[in-house]
Nanobody
């Protein structure tokens, strides 16, 4: 059983920063890729940033240069640092983990709201 618990969402003005954190229970954390997705009202859920087991990150074009994903395998934690936030970043953000052997996002957190005011 894998559980993902997010924290750190909230309300911020445009240009501000927020730091999202996700802690995973279970034994698979160090063996699987982690990621952050987001879903805005009326839109599909999209991958914002992912990070491999080796720590290699990838980002959606819309957040490159502004967001940074990192992981700490000793603490079973993945962090999304979000800088220069824009109103269009407003969404519910979900921590996610891939299945260890099958390439799909298998595990999801409950989501945390990020609201950026203009």
């Amino acid at each position: 059983q894998v559980q993902l618990v997010e924290s750190g969402g909230g309300l911020v003005q445009a240009g501000g920063s927020l730091r999202l954190s996700c802690t995973a229970s279970g034994s698979i954390f160090s063996r699987t890729a982690m990621g952050w997705h987001r879903q805005a009202p009326g839109k599909q859920r999209e991958l914002v940033a992912g990070i491999t087991t080796a720590g290699s990150p990838n980002y959606a074009d819309s957040v490159k240069g502004r967001f940074t994903i990192s992981r700490d395998n000793d603490k079973n934690t993945v962090v999304l640092q979000m800088n220069s936030l824009k109103p269009e970043d407003t969404a519910v953000y979900y921590c996610s983990a891939k299945h260890p052997t099958i390439n799909f996002w298998r595990y999801w957190g409950q989501g945390t709201q990020v609201t950026v005011s203009s």
